[in-house]
Structures are given as structure tokens and as C-alpha cells.
């Protein structure tokens, strides 16, 4: 099964995230269904960018995909902690 590796920007947060959805979506919809996210640039995550992480989560849950997070520094970690989301994604 083929990953597809995506960069996560710099400021992950409206704008972004609802062009990432389509975008993720679409890939989806193609028959991708291994995703990993790379988010060594990301320096910023609102809670936009939380609740498209986990209408993906739930998407490739649905079609027996998999969502991997990686490289999240530890400011964006933190974010992930208080919500708890660090439970519910594969953080690496």
C-alpha cells in the first residue's frame, strides 16, 4: 500500500486546513489510503486545523486507512495534549 507523505504549513489554521481537507479528501475519494504527516514546519495548529486532523482521522477510518503524525515539534505537541488527540492519532 502506497503512503502519501504531506507537508503540513507552517500556520495550520483556517485557510489551510479547509484547502487540505479538499485536498485530502480527493485523494481519498482516488483510492489513497495511507497517509503520514509531516509536520516539521508547522509551528501553529488552530482548532480548524484539530478538526480537520480528525475528519481525516474518521475518513480513513472508514475506508480501513490509516493517518500517521510525525516531526510535530513541541509547542504543536502541547496543543495535542491538552486535547487529548495525542491519545487518539499515531504520533511518531
Do not use: W
Not at 20 to 36: A, D, M, P, S, Y
Not at 51 to 75: A, R, T
Not at 81 to 87: A, M
Amino acid at each position: 500500500m502506497n503512503t502519501s507523505n504531506i507537508i503540513i504549513p507552517k500556520n495550520f489554521a483556517v485557510d489551510e486546513a479547509s484547502d487540505f481537507r479538499e485536498e485530502i479528501i480527493l485523494l481519498i475519494n482516488k483510492g489513497e489510503r495511507v497517509f503520514t504527516l509531516n509536520f516539521s514546519k508547522c509551528e501553529f495548529i488552530d482548532s480548524t486545523g484539530l478538526g480537520v486532523l480528525v475528519s481525516i482521522y474518521k475518513k480513513c477510518e472508514e475506508v480501513n486507512g490509516e493517518l500517521k503524525l510525525h516531526s510535530i515539534n513541541s509547542q504543536v505537541m502541547r496543543i495535542f495534549q491538552l486535547t487529548r488527540l495525542d491519545k487518539v492519532f499515531n504520533i511518531k
